[in-house]
């Protein structure tokens, strides 16, 4: 789906905002959100990372959180599965929806939300295990397969899916730490599709990687897109407008606009924003 | 002067010259047109006072060992020497009583003929005591007159001092490496004689561990000299029963510790388990012995078995297996927590349960750490010494009952190092043989444990 097209699809729909303040462009709305942020507060002991962020995710798009660092775009992006809960002293106020069902509800079992929101972390983290058994973990735990057949057809399906097949189908049981830095990444990739999650949150997937590896990341995102709602966060605004439809800018903890990328690229409405893009700090 | 007085005249050099040649240092750079010299005075001082006090204080020590040999020399070439008996107990008793007359340390002597060699002994130390002060004080001044016909402001007197530290450091570490090698001498020279008496196939192959003290001086017979009980009764109680004991134990409170614990239990708990590895091995010798040991003889009775033994294995292995489990669980713990936060992540971004993660991604990843640790407390358990001598038997026993009495390699050290068998006997010298033989396991065991564990450091740095 090209840009414009999707302008032009959401051109007609308004922008709800509960804080009232405008900080989403009105265009950029479309359907039921995969997931729905709604002032989120994240703290780390008395210290607030993250100031009342409102946000929607949809499957059609990828979402990148570009800002600079120590903004918060990653602790926002670990509150989307919970993956603060394995800081202890973070603290995660607000309502997070994912399918309208609140994350962070009492009722929420982490194990399946997690399974349902995957997560690409900033330096591949293989296990130290055969590269068939890193796909086949994360299947096996949550009991998705049946045989071993049901297995090898997971492990190929997502290992073609992340465009990793062609490079290791004669080498499967080769330990997943002995691939390259991108290849790595990109099985780590598969690694989270194997599960069959609905959203992939990626955290500067490409930041340990050279610029032909990236390249591929970058190609195999725009490739998802449509499939798994993705959230990408990334420090080099070139990845934001080359693989994201949507771009939110974070600044000190708060979010400060949202909105198509190209927008946000183009014409920005904040001053911040600007100054960002145009390299005046961050 | 005695040997202390000395010491402080030779200090009170050193001190003297660090004195003189600061100030004169300090001269130097008041007299300095940019007010610089090379070194700061204190530098000086020292390098000063290290050439006066260091080869004087060498000499001295060197001369205070040799000395008394010379003495000795100087006394028994005397005529007044000519009628000692030629060797034996007598001759030694009439030369120290000479000596402690000679030096102030005894009023008479009981044996008359002592009385002649007084007078030569008092000579002879007297003049080479002279020698030594004399020797010892030149030496000072000799250092002294080089050290300050160096001292020029442009003389850089920190290099030559840090030079002297690093020497000092150098020496330090190389008193304890060579202590190591003059054990494994020791051990080596005293393992081959006895294997001159004792073939090593019948010590390494027989099965029949019996010496006798008493008849095996000259001629032992290398039947009773079979170690292979004493090596099972080791691998039975202190790898089999321990292990049992101490790895489920330590993996699981490492995993506790590290995963489960909350801060607070775990800044309680930690130091709590580690107090288990300072409890001092004979006291749990005598816990073993006199709490576990008739306990589980009575449990044994009351399940039935005839007879138990009041010396069991299986009391001495499983305090020893308790004694373990601080260094398999803080090797574990270690390890665990080496693994990088990424992987644990990985996994529980996955959906996987901490238990999981654990389980599946945790422990396979820090096995090798964890292995090394096991090999660690094996070594270290096969060494054990005190909780055997007081819990294990005396008694060479191939058995797989742990009810059963069993005695170990170094109980057997222990027993026939301290009984009555004279240094030359077979029955002594195969205490140095176990000894050898249990240091090269722990040995190996030691090395291969430390390569695994820096081979995983690697991997994750």
């Keep these: 789906m090209s840009d414009s097209e999707t302008q032009a699809a959401d051109a007609e729909l308004g922008l709800s905002n509960p804080s009232g303040k405008s900080l989403e462009h009105e265009n950029v709305e479309v359907g039921e959100p995969k997931m729905r942020a709604r002032d989120v507060d994240v703290f780390y002991g008395d210290k607030k990372a993250i100031d009342s962020v409102s946000i929607d995710i949809h499957t059609e798009f990828v979402t990148a959180f570009i800002g600079p660092s120590g903004c918060g775009k990653s602790t926002f992006l670990r509150a989307l599965n919970r993956m603060n809960d394995t800081i202890p002293s973070a603290k995660v106020t607000g309502c997070i929806e994912l399918d309208g069902e609140d994350i962070y509800a009492s009722g929420m079992d982490v194990v399946q939300l997690r399974a349902r929101v995957g997560m690409v972390f900033q330096k591949p983290n293989p296990f130290p295990k055969s590269i068939y058994e890193n796909i086949a973990y994360g299947p096996k735990i949550h009991g998705l397969v049946e045989s071993k057949t049901d297995l090898d057809e997971i492990v190929e399906k997502s290992l073609r899916r992340a465009g990793l097949w062609e490079e290791v189908k004669d080498r499967l049981e080769d330990s997943g730490t002995a691939l390259s830095g991108g290849q790595q990444q990109r099985l780590c990739i598969a690694r989270a599709i194997a599960v069959e999650p609905e959203v992939i949150l990626m955290d500067e997937p490409c930041s340990a990687l050279d610029p032909i590896a990236t390249a591929k990341i970058e190609e195999l995102i725009d490739e998802l897109r449509g499939r798994y709602g993705i959230v990408i966060v990334t420090h080099s605004m070139q990845q934001a407008a080359r693989v994201s439809q949507r771009t939110a800018f974070f600044h000190l903890g708060n979010m400060v606009e949202y909105g198509h990328t190209s927008d946000i690229f183009t014409n920005p409405r904040e001053k911040r924003t600007q100054d960002y893009i145009t390299g005046r700090y961050g | ?461």
């Excluded at chain 2, 044996?111 to 002879?124: I, Y």
């Excluded at chain 2, 490492?254 to 489960?260: E, F, H, V």
């Excluded at chain 2, 001092?280 to 039935?304: E, K, N, Q, S, W």
């Excluded at chain 2, 060494?383 to 742990?402: F, K, Q």
């Design chain 2, 1 to 461: 002067m005695s040997a202390s007085t000395l010491l402080l005249v030779v200090l009170g050099l050193g001190l003297a010259g660090w004195l003189v040649a600061r100030s004169r240092a300090a001269m130097f750079r008041r007299a300095a047109s940019d007010n610089r010299i090379a070194s700061l005075p204190n530098y000086h001082g020292w390098y000063a006072a290290l050439w006066i006090a260091v080869p004087a204080l060498l000499f001295a020590l060197v001369w205070a060992s040799i000395s008394g040999s010379l003495v000795m020399q100087s006394v028994l070439a005397d005529p007044a020497a000519a009628d000692l008996p030629p060797f034996g107990l007598q001759r030694e008793t009439i030369l120290s009583q000479a000596q402690a007359v000679a030096s102030g340390a005894a009023q008479t002597v009981t044996n008359p003929a002592a009385n002649a060699l007084v007078e030569p002994f008092r000579r002879a130390s007297n003049f080479y005591g002279i020698i030594g002060i004399v020797v010892t004080l030149l030496l000072a001044g000799t250092g002294a007159a080089f050290a300050f016909l160096r001292l020029k402001p442009d003389f850089r007197a920190r290099n030559r001092v840090e030079k002297a530290v690093l020497g000092t450091l150098l020496v330090a570490s190389l008193v304890a490496i060579l202590t190591t090698v003059g054990i494994i001498a020791s051990l080596v020279f005293e393992t081959i004689r006895f294997f001159g008496m004792v073939s090593p196939i019948d010590f390494l192959t027989g099965t029949h561990w019996a010496p006798n003290p008493m008849t095996d001086d000259v001629n032992p017979d290398p039947a009773r000299y079979g170690a292979v009980p004493l090596f099972w009764g080791t691998f039975f109680i202190g790898v089999v029963i321990a292990m049992i004991v101490a790895i489920p134990l330590g993996m699981m409170s490492a995993i506790y510790l590290n995963q489960y614990a909350a801060p607070r239990v775990r800044t309680w708990l930690k130091p709590a388990l580690e107090i288990l590895a300072g409890v001092p091995t004979v006291v749990y010798g005598y816990f073993a012995a006199l709490t576990i040991a008739p306990a589980i003889r009575d449990i044994a009775m009351t399940l039935g078995v005839e007879n138990p033994s009041s010396e069991s294995a299986l009391a001495a292995g499983l305090v020893m297996g308790v004694m373990i489990i601080p260094f398999v669980s803080s090797m574990a713990d270690d390890s665990i927590a080496a693994v990088p936060q990424a992987m644990k992540d990985g996994s529980l971004a996955l959906g996987a349960t901490q238990n999981e993660t654990i389980k599946k991604v945790l422990v396979p990843a820090a096995l090798p750490g964890i292995v090394a640790g096991i090999m660690l407390a094996i070594s270290r358990a096969i060494g054990e010494t005190m909780i055997v001598v007081m819990a294990a038997s005396a008694t060479a026993r191939l058995s797989a009952n742990p009810l059963e009495a069993m005695t170990t390699v170094t109980y057997q050290i222990v027993a026939n190092l301290t009984g009555e068998a004279s240094t030359d006997s077979a029955a002594t010298l195969a205490a140095f043989a176990l000894g050898f033989v249990l240091f090269l396991v722990t040995l190996a065991l030691n090395v291969v444990a430390l390569r695994v564990v820096k081979r995983f450091r690697e991997a994750y740095e």
